[in-house]
T-cell receptor
Framework: DAGVTQSPTHLIKTRGQQVTLRCSPK?????VSWYQQALGQGPQFIFQ???????QRGNFPDRFSGHQFPNYSSELNVNALLLGDSALYLC??????????FGSGTRLTVV | TQLLEQSPQFLSIQEGENLTVYCNSS?????LQWYRQEPGEGPVLLVT?????EVKKLKRLTFQFGDARKDSSLHITAAQPGDTGLYLC????????FGDGTTLTVKP
């Protein structure tokens, strides 16, 4: 039973560029949430998608956007990258928002 | 200001010792989750506590939810090096939120 799959595992981008991160949820899960985890901190909630709609959003600027596809997979897009966007980006899937399963994350470095 | 405050931030102990870490908030949570995260990996769910005063045991780990559902604790008995990791508490108070975790190191 495949868990949550995230790609790529590591990424280096230049300030000002745009990036797309991808997430395939655990089989049977319909909800995908995205988090940003800076070094030494807990995960910060970015947004949650359910039935292809953004259901909840944390305190992140509009440069952070997302999408959920009919097969429940999801993308996180970040525009106009800043050095401060360097972090581990985690995707978590769940069934109707209960019982989160996390992926291993994408380590984004902005230089 | 963090909605969930975890303490201590760092804890280093010898194998065989007991320890307790805490997760506190001024807000009421319908449930709280505890996770363990290892370097380079995502958090792994350990337990969910739902009822005020609830105690759940997972082998050597004991989790307690405060009566008012504003705080929780994790007690580890006879810690082992394999318990080393970042322990996170998380919940939903309008939106998903996590504490900054307790980094536990258990030395052999």
């Amino acid at each position: 039973d495949a868990g949550v799959t995230q790609s790529p595992t590591h990424l280096i981008k230049t300030r000002g560029q745009q990036v797309t991160l991808r997430c395939s949820p655990k089989s049977g899960h319909d909800t995908v949430s995205w988090y940003q985890q800076a070094l030494g901190q807990g995960p910060q909630f970015i947004f949650q998608y359910y039935e292809e709609e953004e259901r909840q959003r944390g305190n992140f600027p509009d440069r952070f956007s997302g999408h959920q596809f009919p097969n429940y997979s999801s993308e996180l897009n970040v525009n106009a990258l800043l050095l401060g966007d360097s972090a581990l980006y985690l995707c978590a899937s769940s069934l109707e928002g209960y019982g989160y399963t996390f992926g291993s994350g994408t380590r984004l470095t902005v230089v | 200001t963090q909605l969930l405050e975890q303490s201590p931030q760092f804890l280093s102990i010898q194998e065989g010792e007991n320890l307790t870490v805490y997760c506190n908030s001024s807000s009421v949570f319908s449930s709280l989750q505890w996770y363990r995260q290892e370097p380079g990996e995502g958090p792994v769910l350990l337990v969910t506590v739902v009822t005020g005063g609830e105690v759940k045991k997972l082998k050597r780990l004991t989790f307690q939810f405060g009566d008012a559902r504003k705080d929780s604790s994790l007690h580890i008995t006879a810690a082992q090096p394999g318990d080393t990791g970042l322990y996170l508490c998380g919940g939903n108070a309008g939106k998903s939120t996590f504490g900054d975790g307790t980094t536990l190191t258990v030395k052999p």
